[in-house]
């Protein structure tokens, strides 16, 4: 079945780089996408990525994809306290299927100052 | 722009009742789906509405059900609540999918607990 998988946990400090990592399992996704959530909200589309793509950079923030292995990264850099929050890789089903993401549990990033 | 707005925000019932959730869009998205979210299950995909007709559904009994008006509008219903439903109910809108791509924009949810 569908599944998207990431680690629970993450600590850095302050300034350094964080990666997040997510496999998933649907190779007939058009595009990846990451999703941040910060205490008592909803979730914020942070990313995406076109499934023919092997990186996309936007600020701080760069996804790698290894389509092959099915493996998707997020890396912050010089990351502030403020990205503390609960990160989640989302695919979707069918290369796009109205509204439909499945999303991993989440990696709870928590940045030490 | 006003982003997706859910109400109420918070919501205690028992067992046994039934619960009505609403979903405002963002002004011209026609497209709104539900997601049930719990720390041990993490997101699940409720349904989806697209111009008042459910076009996907997740895997979840008949006791949820939703519908979509025809200003984009939407509510989620569950009936016979139990307590395993106790959960964060998202709402999220998009513009509809251009070429796979889904831009979901999400409410900050509706804190269901069954006592």
């Known amino acids: 079945g569908e599944d998207v998988e990431q680690s629970l946990f993450l600590s850095v400090r302050e300034g350094d780089s964080s990666v997040i990592n997510c496999t998933y399992t649907d190779s007939s996704s058009t595009y990846l996408y990451w999703y941040k959530q910060e205490p008592g909200a909803g979730l914020q589309l942070l990313t995406y990525?076109?499934?023919?793509?092997d990186m996309k950079q936007d600020q701080r923030l760069t996804v790698l994809l290894n389509k092959k292995d099915k493996h998707l990264s997020l890396r912050i850099a010089d990351t502030q306290t403020g990205d503390s929050a609960i990160y989640f890789c989302a695919e979707s089903l069918y290369g796009g299927s109205q509204g439909n993401l499945i999303f991993g549990k989440g990696t709870k990033l928590s940045v030490k100052p | 722009k006003a982003g997706v707005t859910q109400t109420p925000r918070y919501l205690i019932k028992t067992r046994g009742q039934q619960v009505t959730l609403s979903c405002s869009p963002i002004?011209?998205?026609?497209?709104v789906s539900w997601y049930q979210q719990t720390p041990g299950q993490g997101l699940q995909f409720l349904f989806e509405?697209?111009?008042?007709?459910?076009?996907n559904k997740g895997n979840f009994p008949g006791r949820f059900s939703g519908r979509q008006f025809s200003n984009s509008r939407s509510e989620m219903n569950v009936s016979t609540l139990e307590l395993g439903d106790s959960a964060l109910y998202l709402c999220?809108?998009?513009?509809?999918?251009?070429?796979?791509?889904?831009?979901?924009?999400f409410g900050s949810g509706t804190q269901l607990s069954v006592l």
């Open positions: 509405y697209f111009s008042e007709t459910q076009r």
């Open positions: 999220a809108s998009s513009s509809d999918s251009t070429g796979g791509l889904e831009k979901l924009f």
């Open positions: 990525i076109f499934s023919n793509m």
């Open positions: 002004s011209g998205h026609r497209s």
